[in-house]
């Protein structure tokens, strides 16, 4: 070991004070490193696991070859295992209503391959035999035919032909270039709804309808799905193996491992990969303020030293080339030991999270602890980067510095008097000892800066991460009011006899204490254009009905001045709308029976996020009763030609909540909807009708709704219901978004804790070295008779300074942060959260910023306190 190497070690142990706090900066930075680092390559290798149980763990699939080509890969070295489903052949979909997709395609699968290609049911359940068969869902919903559970089907099936060559799933639909040839008559029932399978893709010319395959059948045309030994080598492996054959890759799977050749995907690795960069830049700037102040106070300590080895022949080399010994002997206690806690740190944190992700992405596939040599290697590899980075600048600064001005020290201090003067009206307001704390902390601007900038980065993160949860939080509790109840059973089809016999047996399941149903039906009606409000007008541009033409009118206005509006009549059950008027106040005998008025909810629309109430909107008519002549409307829209005459009585109230229901609604600038007893339906939709039903359904309350839908569940599969309907259970929905602020909270505040211990350490490292700098100016002062009060005195209001200066700088940059967080989530949808400032952290910030700083420089002080005055003005700190 050379004698700088020596030189460097002695001054690690002559100030182990500062020696202990700049590894403890070290080893916290390492483990933020590591921890973040970890965390990403855990959630990715849990999101791909999770991936590969919903969709496979294949990477390629072929499909469309022969028995040759599959057994060829099968013997391929790089592949680890392969299954395959025999292509049966296309059936014509009669009135199709997408032109590109006009085939139903028959896949026959293998035992195998079921477990090897998950297939999601929406209701029924797998095929048994090569008789019964699965429909995919995108055949109602985007193909437009609707197929039931228990159905029968008879499919002439056969190949598409493009002249003499063969097409495939592969090839898309191209009208008039192709025919279909059909080769066999297959008849099959329906066993069961699923999901689109992941290999039919949006080009794809045919629905996918899934059977098993008959052993009797001896077709040659599979499609082949591979699982690779090194997934990573999937890319190189197609190129070489597809010889002409096209493919397709498991992007659900392999945009988690970098691999995807999706456009979108590569996106999210960019965001994936922009974030964790961000983190990681934050955590190095930290660390660098610490670890870059605690060698630059080193180096001014030995200032005096590093001029005498200058003048005896030292080079600027040896001198940086010590100081970076000095970055590696602390890196190499520190970097190890951080790389250890930041695996156990985020290991307890994962352990904590662990549950909260399984209810929010893959219930089936725990998230664990992954540790990546790889990224343990790139964790220690940033710290000594930042070591270094932190040692290498005031190295080169203390060897550049010529050689006398480091012997005499003339450069520590260089400014002007006017640089330090302050103002009578200071010295009036601070004293004696607020103006020498105000002048010294003038004179040493550059060495407390990064005292203020460790502190503003703190209260930047701390105060704009609780605005983002907050904001989260307040997203979440919004949701717990999206419905009324905890289950909903919702349906457009169903009977309604069939509807209320599984009402009989849904409301009886375990920890349901409170059910009801309802049907929602859309009507139109005549109003009189003096009847409807100066509000409604306004959405005609503020003019009067006289000054509207009828092509003008929001809604169409007849040549005798009536308008025809849009409304909705709420069929409730008797005992519901009985407790509606209830609690209105309104009399039994007035609002029931055959020819009883009817209430209704007739507002406004309003964009604002201020409105609270429903008696805050504007109303939709004039008076507070109206009769009204109603026409229930039909399937396209169109009005029936049979009206009945209603008399409606507005009250203001929010309508209880409909049961859940697929598709969109059509917006209007009102909301016109009417509350009705189950026992006028009949009269209003009686059932030779051809109104529009929106949605019918029940809806339940439950203790346990996730117990109470799983049995409900069980129960409607064994009523065997083959209408299409939706179960919902909404407390899922709360849940996921509690979910997600728990795991925001956990993850924002560990993230912060760790960035402000490493602040705090760095506050602890300067100040307390810059008392210990300062020795011989403090002991002058007590040596021409400052009393401990006064020393104290002008202690304190250097703390109020430095606090001041971090608090004024971090308070502003933490407001904007956290409104350009908020415009953030504006931008993602949270539109109707207002901004708030958290008062709350703005406050442990301010407290937790001046008791950091009061409480150091008091240990620091403490400890000058405790040296002899002579002792300390003849010390010349070398």
Known sequence: MNIFNKVALQGLKKNRTRTIVTIIGVILSAAMIT??????????????????????????????????????????????????FENIGYAALDSGSDPDKPYLFIAGYHPETFDALPIPLLSGRLPENSGEILVSGKVASN?????????????????????????????????????????????????????????????????????????????????????????????????????????????????????????????????????????????????????????????????????????????AKQLRNSVLFEGLCIGAVGIPIGVLVGIGSIGLVIIVVAKNFGTLLYADVPLTLHVSALAIAGAAAVSIVTILISAYIPAKKAAGTPVMECIRQTNEVKMESKSVKTSKLSQRIYGLEGILALKNFKRNRKRYRSIVLSLVLSIVLF?????????????????????????????????DGEMLQLYDKLKNADGVYESSYQAYMEYSCIVPADGLSEDYWESAGGRSPDEISPDESPDAMSADGTVHLSMGIQFLDDSAYLGILESLGLPEEEYTGQSGKIIAVAKMQSNS???????????????????????????????????????????????????????????????????????????????????????????????????????????????????????????????????????????AYTFIIMISLIAVANVFNTISTNIKLRRQELAMLRSVGMSDRDFNKMMRFECVFYGMRA?????????????????????????????????????????????????????????????NIIDALRDDMT
């Open 143 to 315: 193909g437009g035919v609707s197929y039931a559970v228990g159905d029968t089907i008879s499919l002439a099936v056969g190949s598409r032909m493009k002249g003499d060559e063969k097409l495939g799933q592969s090839d898309p639909y191209t009208a008039g270039d192709e025919t279909l040839l059909p080769e066999a008559k297959r008849t099959y029932r329906i066993v069961g709804i699923c999901q689109t399978p992941v290999f039919e893709k949006d080009s794809s010319p045919g629905y996918t309808l899934i059977t098993r395959t008959d052993t009797a059948d001896t077709a040659d045309n599979l499609s082949l799905f591979v699982t690779l030994k090194n997934p990573r080598q999937v890319l190189s492996y197609v190129d070489t193996a597809a010889d002409g054959h096209s493919y397709i890759l498991n992007n659900d799977v392999l945009r988690f491992m970098g691999l995807s050749d999706d456009p979108s995907d590569q996106i999210f690795n960019g965001l994936l990969y922009t974030v964790g960069g961000i983190v990681i830049a934050i955590i190095m700037i930290g660390s660098i303020f610490l670890i870059y102040n605690s060698f630059s106070i080193s180096l001014n300590e030995r200032t005096r030293q590093i001029g005498i080895l200058s003048s005896v022949g030292a080079t």
């Open 807 to 867: 608090l004024l700088i971090g308070l502003p940059l933490a407001v904007v942060s956290s409104l350009l967080i908020h415009r953030g989530m504006f931008i993602a949808g949270a539109d109707s959260i207002a901004f708030a400032l958290p008062w709350a952290s703005i406050g442990i910030s301010v407290c937790s910023v001046l008791l950091v700083i009061f409480v150091t420089m008091m240990y620091a002080v403490g400890k000058i306190k405790k040296e």
């Open 609 to 747: 996020s201020q409105v609270e109430k429903v008696e805050q909107l504007r109303a939709l008519f004039t008076d507070p009763s109206m009769d009204f002549t109603i026409f229930p409307q039909t399937n396209n829209g169109s009005e029936t030609e049979i009206g009945q005459n209603v008399n409606l009585t507005f009250v203001d109230i929010v309508p209880p909540d409909t049961p859940p229901i697929a598709g969109t609604v059509e917006q209007t600038p009102y909301f016109f909807q009417a509350l009705a007893p189950w026992s006028l339906k009949d009269k209003l939709a009686p059932s030779d009708s051809p109104a529009d039903v929106r949605v019918k359904g029940l809806t339940f309350q439950s203790e346990n709704p996730s117990k109470s839908t799983a049995e409900m569940k069980t129960v409607i599969q064994g009523a065997g219901i083959t209408s299409a309907y939706i179960l919902l259970n909404t407390s899922e929905m709360l849940e996921e978004s509690r979910n997600y602020v728990f795991i925001a909270n956990v993850f």
């Open 463 to 495: 105060i704009s991460t609780s605005a983002f949860v907050m904001d989260l939080k307040k997203a979440s509790d919004q949701t717990k009011m999206v419905t009324s109840y905890d289950i909903g059973f919702g349906t457009q089809e169903m009977d």
């Open 35 to 84: 921890a973040v680092a970890t965390f990403g390559v855990s959630l990715l290798d849990y999101m791909t696991k999770g991936a590969a149980k919903k969709y496979g763990g294949w990477q390629a699939a072929f499909l469309d070859v022969d028995s040759s080509f599959v057994q060829e890969q099968q013997l391929n070295k790089e592949v680890k295992d392969t299954v395959t």
